[in-house]
């Protein structure tokens, strides 16, 4: 079946390191990937988004790209910052049926 | 624009009583999801809704769990009677359908604790 899988946290960096959280999928149809964040306290808000094989989404310094040869979904960010300290979850749809599948989440401290 | 509306934020019950969330979606949003989210884990879908029809409910506990969605626009879960494994954030999330991807936007969420 449909499903994703994400690195475990949580992940600890200091201000201005780099980040990659890991995002592997598995999906019987052609998915779109998308990156969530959920601030504390709040609910899930859309990070970015790529809908086919090799785009790349970005949004706030966050990138990720489709990649279909290895299906993963990696999220980086060249610096990061504090204030990017959060639970960042991996999700796929599945067009035709408009169903959504979550990783478990990662939790990212970033320390000034 | 309006984001996604829940009520109540938080809620405290004791075991076996009952409770329900409300949802009201983005206007104009098709689609309507209800999430379950124990802590330390990502949403889990509960019941998914297009327009006023039920699309998927195949992890619904339909023994305690049950939802509407009257007239097409809001929603009502409801849970009876709860257990404390039900302890969770519910999530309800609206999509408008497009010809690329299906995005959902999130609700704050309703915080649930039984006791």
């Known amino acids: 079946g449909d499903s994703v899988t994400q690195m475990e946290g949580p992940v600890t960096l200091s201000e201005e390191a780099f980040l990659t959280i890991n995002c592997t999928y598995t999906?019987?149809?052609?998915?779109?990937l998308f990156w969530y964040v959920q601030y504390p306290g709040e609910g899930l808000q859309l990070l970015l988004k790529?809908?086919?094989?090799?785009d790349k989404g970005s949004n706030k310094g966050f990138e990720a790209t489709y990649r279909k040869e290895t299906t993963s979904f990696h999220l980086e960010k060249g610096s990061v910052q504090v204030s990017d300290s959060a639970v960042y979850f991996c999700?796929?749809?599945?067009?035709?049926?408009?169903?959504?599948?979550f990783g478990s989440g990662t939790k990212l401290n970033v320390k000034p | 624009e309006a984001g996604v509306a829940q009520s109540p934020r938080y809620k405290i019950i004791e075991k076996r009583q009952s409770v329900a969330f409300w949802c009201n979606p983005i206007?104009?949003?098709?689609?309507l999801y209800w999430y379950q989210q124990i802590l330390g884990q990502g949403p889990k879908l509960l019941i998914q809704?297009?327009?006023?029809?039920?699309?998927?409910d195949s992890q619904l506990p339909k023994d305690r769990f049950s939802a509407e969605r009257l007239k097409g626009v809001d929603s009502t879960l409801k849970i009876q009677p709860a257990k404390l494994e039900d302890s969770a954030v519910y999530l309800c999330?609206?999509?408008?359908?497009?010809?690329?991807?299906?995005?959902?936007?999130f609700g704050p969420g309703t915080r649930l604790t039984v006791t």
């Open positions: 809704f297009q327009n006023n029809g039920v699309v998927d």
């Open positions: 999700a796929l749809s599945v067009f035709n049926f408009n169903k959504f599948y």
């Open positions: 999330a609206s999509s408008l359908e497009s010809s690329s991807s299906y995005e959902q936007y």
């Open positions: 790529a809908t086919k094989a090799d």
């Open positions: 206007s104009g949003h098709a689609t």
């Open positions: 999906a019987t149809g052609y998915p779109s």
